[in-house]
C-alpha cells in the first residue's frame, strides 16, 4: 500500500498487483511511502523517489474537484477517467455517464484523457466540479458537437457545478457553446481572453449564472447566424452589467428571445443588433 504521498495525476495505484499505472500529466518525481506485506503479515516500510517521464498520448483534460458528486457523459471511447483520489481510473465508451462521489473534501486533481474525438457533445457537471485547470490539446483528431457543464442539460440543483475558474483559453475544436455556464451560479471567471470567433451558438451561455460579471466586450461574435444561437443568453444573470454595444452582431437581426431577460443588473449599452461596429 501507498502510506504517504502522492501520485502525479493521470497514475493510478493497484493495491492487488502493487503496480502504478495510466498516463502521468506531467513528467517529475514523487516520493511515496510504500509498504509491503508477507505472506506472514510482516511489513517494511520503503520510501521511493519515483521518476515519472514521458508525455500523455492524446489530449489530457484536468480539473479540480471537492466534495459532492461528479458526472462524466459522452465523452469518446477509449477515454479513460482518473478521477483524482486514489479510487480506481475508469476506461470510457461514448453514450455513457460515468458518476464519482467525492465523500471527503479535497481539492482532488482529476484527469481525463481522450486520444481522439468523435463528433457528439460532451459534459462534466456535478457540485463536486470546481474549476478546469486545463484543456484538451487543439491536435487532437475529430471534433466536439458542443461541450458545456451540464447545467444547461441537467438542470439544477443537484447537477449544478460549483464552478469558479477555467482556463484563459477557449476550449478548443469547439464551435456550439450553447449552455456552458448555464446554472454555474459561483462562476465569475476571467474569460475576456477567449477567442470566440469560430464559435455558432452562445444560447444559454450564461443563463442563470448568477455571479458572473466579466468584461467580454472584445469577444467576436460575427459567426453567430441566428437570433437563435444567442437567445436566453444572459437570462437572470443577475449580476452581469457589461458594455457589449462593440459585437459584431450583423447576422442577428433583432434581440434574441429572453437574451438579458431577468438580467436586473444590465444598464450598460447591449449589442447593436444587426450591425457591426
Same mark, same amino acid.
Given at each position: ?107 482532488y486533481t482529476g484527469a481525463i484523457n ?61 464551435? !456550439?457553446?450553447?449552455? /456552458? +455556464?448555464?446554472?454555474?451560479?459561483? =462562476?465569475?471567471? #476571467?474569460? $475576456?481572453? @477567449? &477567442? *470566440? %470567433?469560430?464559435?455558432? !451558438?452562445?444560447?444559454? /451561455? +450564461?443563463?442563470?449564472?448568477?455571479? =458572473?460579471?466579466? #468584461?467580454? $466586450?472584445? @469577444? &467576436? *461574435? %460575427?459567426s453567430i447566424g441566428s437570433t437563435f444561437? /444567442? ?14 454595444? *462593440? ?31
Open positions: 500500500e501507498i502510506v504517504s504521498g502522492a501520485l502525479v495525476a493521470g497514475l493510478s495505484w493497484n493495491s492487488a498487483t502493487a503496480t502504478i499505472s495510466g498516463t502521468p500529466s506531467e513528467s517529475g518525481l514523487m516520493d511515496l511511502l510504500l509498504r509491503v506485506t508477507d505472506e506472514e503479515s510482516l511489513f517494511d516500510d520503503h520510501p521511493d523517489e519515483i521518476s515519472v517521464t514521458g508525455e500523455p498520448s492524446g489530449g489530457l483534460f484536468m480539473f479540480t474537484a471537492d466534495v459532492g458528486g461528479l458526472s462524466v457523459k459522452n465523452w469518446p471511447t477509449g477515454s479513460v477517467i482518473d478521477w483524482g483520489d486514489g479510487s480506481s481510473t475508469t476506461p470510457v465508451v461514448a453514450g455513457n455517464t460515468y458518476v464519482h462521489t467525492y465523500d471527503s473534501s479535497g481539492p481522450v486520444p481522439s474525438f468523435g463528433s457528439g457533445a460532451i459534459r462534466i457537471y456535478g457540485p463536486a466540479l470546481i474549476g478546469v485547470d486545463s484543456w484538451w490539446d487543439s491536435s487532437i483528431p475529430g471534433s466536439i458537437n458542443a461541450f458545456d457543464f451540464g447545467g444547461y442539460i441537467s438542470g439544477p440543483p443537484t447537477n449544478s457545478p460549483n464552478l469558479s475558474y477555467v482556463p484563459a483559453t477557449a476550449p478548443p475544436i469547439v464551435s !456550439n457553446w450553447i449552455g /456552458m +455556464f448555464a446554472y454555474a451560479d459561483s =462562476f465569475n471567471g #476571467d474569460v $475576456s481572453g @477567449w &477567442d *470566440t %470567433s469560430n464559435c455558432v !451558438n452562445m444560447a444559454n /451561455m +450564461f443563463t442563470r449564472c448568477a455571479a =458572473f460579471n466579466q #468584461d467580454i $466586450s472584445s @469577444w &467576436d *461574435t %460575427s444561437a /444567442m437567445q436566453a443568453m444572459f437570462y437572470e444573470a443577475v449580476a452581469f452589467n457589461q458594455d457589449l454595444s *462593440t459585437w459584431c452582431v450583423a447576422n442577428v437581426a433583432t434581440e434574441p428571445l429572453a437574451f438579458a431577460g431577468g438580467a436586473t443588473s444590465w444598464v450598460l449599452p447591449k449589442p447593436i443588433w444587426g450591425t457591426c461596429p
